[in-house]
């Protein structure tokens, strides 16, 4: 029988969205106590219970309400002047939303991608390499990243994106980085970088806007030179620059923020 926290990861892999309310404290007469845990997914479809009746038919409005803004917030209810209930006790409860896990797409598995891949499998992201090379994906003995050993073009077909979706392109070849760089530039991601010189990102920049007609704004986007000027010279230290400021956008941290704290 699958208990909240096999559910809790199924949901973070799924298009579903879900929020979990966890009663943190009560007072009096109340149907449940301190502990009691509840899946609320968007449609309204349930996952254990905090107690039934109005109150809980409250808490799943709450619920569709957190999902929606994705901030967690403590609710506290009177069972007896708010939901009628004559236990008449106070109960508070925790909801909070199930977010996804951020997955990071490393397009080419040479050097620096492998060293991507290794740094980003210990933080927050599901993590797949990506190469039409078997060899090199062989040579990566991550465990916690998934490989995908196809043409570029088939492989891109086959992921999904969305905002959560992290995007690094360092492939062994200019015109394939422009490629896949062309294809998602036009899909929601969180973060898109695309390794090179400062003469491939000119080239680039004025290849997409003449020959494509990618405005100037969807370029904008697009983190070329990717990653941290640190003046990083190897591929390990490249990755560094690179996985630090897929950081910095994750937590939506600018270097002046940053320094406010040091």
């Given at each position: 029988?699958?208990?909240?926290?096999?559910?809790?990861?199924?949901?973070?892999?799924?298009?579903?969205?879900?929020?979990?309310?966890?009663?943190?404290?009560?007072?009096?007469?109340?149907?449940?106590?301190?502990?009691?845990?509840?899946?609320?997914?968007?449609?309204?479809?349930?996952?254990?219970?905090?107690?039934?009746?109005?109150?809980?038919?409250?808490?799943?409005?709450?619920?569709?309400?957190?999902?929606?803004?994705?901030?967690?917030?403590?609710?506290?209810?009177?069972?007896?002047?708010?939901?009628?209930?004559?236990?008449?006790?106070?109960?508070?409860?925790?909801?909070?939303?199930?977010?996804?896990?951020?997955?990071?797409?490393?397009?080419?598995?040479?050097?620096?991608?492998?060293?991507?891949?290794?740094?980003?499998?210990?933080?927050?992201?599901?993590?797949?390499?990506?190469?039409?090379?078997?060899?090199?994906?062989?040579?990566?003995?991550?465990?916690?990243?998934n490989k995908m050993?196809?043409?570029?073009?088939?492989?891109?077909?086959?992921?999904?994106?969305?905002?959560?979706?992290?995007?690094?392109?360092?492939?062994?070849?200019?015109?394939?980085?422009?490629?896949?760089?062309?294809?998602?530039?036009?899909?929601?991601?969180?973060?898109?970088?695309?390794?090179?010189?400062?003469?491939?990102?000119?080239?680039?920049?004025?290849?997409?806007?003449e020959g494509l007609?990618?405005?100037?704004?969807?370029?904008?986007?697009?983190?070329?030179?990717?990653?941290?000027?640190?003046?990083?010279?190897?591929?390990?230290?490249?990755?560094?620059?690179?996985?630090?400021?897929?950081?910095?956008?994750?937590?939506?941290?600018?270097?002046?923020?940053?320094?406010?704290?040091?």
């Amino acid at each position: 029988m699958k208990t909240l926290y096999d559910i809790i990861p199924e949901i973070q892999k799924s298009s579903e969205n879900a929020a979990v309310c966890i009663i943190v404290n009560t007072k009096g007469s109340t149907p449940r106590k301190a502990g009691a845990k509840m899946i609320v997914y968007e449609n309204g479809k349930l996952f254990g219970t905090i107690g039934g009746g109005d109150l809980e038919k409250k808490v799943i409005e709450n619920a569709q309400t957190i999902i929606a803004s994705k901030e967690p917030k403590l609710f506290r209810h009177d069972l007896l002047h708010q939901h009628g209930m004559c236990c008449g006790g106070t109960v508070e409860i925790f909801i909070e939303p199930i977010m996804k896990k951020n997955k990071l797409y490393i397009f080419g598995a040479g050097h620096t991608g492998q060293a991507l891949a290794k740094f980003s499998s210990v933080l927050d992201f599901e993590t797949v390499l990506i190469d039409d090379r078997k060899e090199y994906i062989d040579n990566c003995n991550t465990s916690e990243v998934n490989k995908m050993n196809l043409p570029y073009q088939q492989a891109l077909q086959l992921l999904p994106f969305d905002e959560q979706t992290y995007i690094c392109i360092m492939t062994y070849s200019h015109p394939i980085d422009r490629d896949i760089l062309a294809f998602c530039i036009k899909k929601s991601f969180a973060y898109l970088g695309m390794i090179g010189s400062q003469r491939k990102v000119a080239m680039t920049k004025k290849l997409f806007s003449e020959g494509l007609n990618i405005s100037y704004e969807d370029l904008e986007k697009v983190d070329m030179p990717m990653g941290l000027d640190i003046g990083s010279e190897s591929p390990e230290e490249i990755a560094l620059s690179i996985i630090a400021k897929l950081i910095t956008v994750k937590n939506k941290t600018t270097v002046w923020e940053k320094e406010l704290y040091l």
